[in-house]
């Protein structure tokens, strides 16, 4: 079934061109007060061919009303089941037709507009007899803006599952040179995210340091500031990355606030039991960061440790009980090292604490319960960490458009 959609003005000659041009099965009219008589003639003579709905604008110079009531007629005719819908802006008022066209682009349908060359030298209207139907171009469709966006609605909700599939959309059409390269540069730097953010760090550098300079060469070349923006805050976040390579499997405190940004990015998505988990093997690797940057030594790597070692803390600390026995560990640790004041000992110092806020946690599906872990319960020890120590801080989140 073919539809149309037909915005309806007080000429009633350019209406008719379109109607007998389409031929339509069904006919939506948005038609105003001034101009329901003219929808009313149409559908006298010609509405024994087509079935037939109007919408009557209440404002017909209201470009919100217009825009709702074009969505209504989108409604209506995908509830008769259109196989093709066209929508003729010609008659109406200017609000009218910019409300039809704004509600229905990037939509599958088909503009069409009545013009013609020769026109009343007084009205400007078209000549009567002298009409010619044209098909007009969705400009979103030639240049995919609506992929474009939702392709920056999955990426700002960290989406990059659908935000990948978005970039094949936009890379299956016909593109410019520059538009390639962008896209699959793009692509590039969305699998990049995928990996940093499963933890495989060594791959998620090497993705990035190949397709983000690309991008942002491009970006920058087209002028687009918002893409720039958030390709050169991504460039930012690269050094970091780069550094927890360069560590290898040593625990660093860059790998501890990348965990943490981490944890911010499930909460994000309001996975506030997976976030809270990786703030429980922060506090481990909190410890275990602090004593390879002090002491030089890989706390869970005996082949690491230095002569003077404690042989009486080896189980305690290969094998602890749990966060607040590996806790008391290191801060024994310390104290063989002579070290005072470390963070290790502070967040021993605060167990008590500590042990109040982890309740949740423990009493979570996750963990040893069946309770889910609320968002409050994710950012209390969050901000406990953060106000801690300023090494307990998240990296930046990844920079939205």
Request: net charge neutral; charged share 25%; aromatic share 8%.
């Amino acid at each position: 079934m073919k539809v149309l959609i037909l915005t309806v003005g007080t000429t009633r000659e350019p209406l008719e061109v379109a109607l007998s041009e389409h031929a339509p099965e069904g006919v939506v009219f948005l038609a105003s007060q001034a101009s329901h008589p003219v929808a009313a003639e149409l559908l006298r003579d010609y509405g024994a061919s087509f079935r037939h709905h109007t919408l009557l604008l209440e404002d017909a110079e209201s470009l919100l009303e217009a825009y709702q009531k074009a969505l209504l007629a989108l409604k209506k005719a995908l509830e008769w089941e259109a196989k093709a819908i066209v929508a003729d802006l010609t008659g109406g008022t200017k609000p009218m037709a910019a409300g039809l066209t704004l509600a229905l682009t990037g939509r599958g349908v088909v503009f069409s507009y009545v013009g013609g060359e020769r026109r009343d030298p007084e009205t400007g209207r078209v000549l009567s007899g002298h009409e010619r139907l044209r098909l007009l171009e969705d400009p979103t469709a030639r240049f995919g803006l609506r992929e474009w966006a939702g392709f920056t609605r999955a990426w700002n909700a960290l989406n990059l599952g659908m935000a990948l599939s978005e970039l094949e959309s936009l890379l299956s059409r016909p593109l410019s040179p520059s538009e390639a390269r962008f896209y699959r540069a793009m692509q590039g730097v969305v699998e990049g995210l995928v990996e940093w953010d499963r933890f495989r760090h060594q791959e998620a550098l090497k993705r990035l340091s190949a397709h983000l300079p690309v991008a942002l060469a491009v970006a920058e070349a087209w002028g687009h500031g918002g893409k720039v923006r958030v390709l050169k805050g991504l460039e930012a976040l690269l050094p970091p990355l780069q550094s927890i390579v360069e560590a290898g499997e040593k625990p660093t405190f860059p790998l501890l606030q990348d965990l943490l940004a981490n944890a911010e990015r499930r909460a994000a998505l309001g996975r506030f039991d997976d976030a809270l988990a990786r703030l429980y093997r922060a506090l481990e690797l909190a410890v275990e960061a602090d004593l390879q940057e002090r002491l030089g030594f890989t706390l869970k790597d005996p082949k690491t440790w230095p002569e003077g070692f404690p042989e009486s803390l080896r189980e305690r600390v290969l094998k602890p009980r749990g966060l607040m026995d590996l806790l008391e560990a290191a801060f024994d640790l310390d104290l063989a090292f002579g070290q005072r004041g470390t963070l290790a000992q502070r967040l021993y110092g605060e167990r008590n604490r500590l042990q109040a806020l982890l309740q949740k946690r423990h009493g979570s599906i996750l963990a040893h319960g069946t309770r889910p872990v609320e968002r409050e319960d994710y950012e209390r020890l969050r901000d406990f960490l953060a106000g801690l120590d300023e090494r307990l801080r998240p990296l930046a989140p990844w920079p939205l458009f």
